[in-house]
């Protein structure tokens, strides 16, 4: 994938569908998407009682560490980063190899389960990144069509014999 995301309305609709299902089928507090340069792309839950600007751009910084110190022992990533709180845990991981998904868990659920509805998700999060993917080089190659491509050089001569 290139580096660039477009993003279409029915996508992100689907991303935030995505959101709210895992959410509710993890008993989750927060579920968001952020890009790996901090960037958020949707969330879901109680969003408002967090500062998830920061808490974007400092998951995108903890899992860009975290990869630092991967490669210090031989490993290509980690792809699920866990932090465990008094009350609080978060669980980050890379789907697609683009972005991050966060899931703030307290005791009305466990990490088991969080972890299992998370990898459904992770799957269901990477399809709609193909199918963007997919529409962003259909568009792409319909931008590419010169408007200039239907004008010959009979056109051109007749434009300029006047």
Sequence with gaps: MNTSLVLYEEEF???KHLLNTLRMDASAKIVFLVDKNGQQIAGAGEVDSVDTT???SLTAGNVAATDGLAKLIGEKE???LFHEGRKDN???SIVGKRLILVVIFDERSSLGLVRLR???ASADVERVLN???SKALEVGAQETVSPFA???DDDIDALFSE
């Design 54 to 56: 920061s808490l974007a």
């Design 90 to 92: 978060i669980h980050i």
């Design 118 to 120: 998370v990898r459904k």
């Design 13 to 15: 609709e689907r991303i």
């Design 150 to 152: 239907e004008i010959t």
């Design 78 to 80: 980690f792809s699920i």
């Design 131 to 133: 199918d963007m993917e």
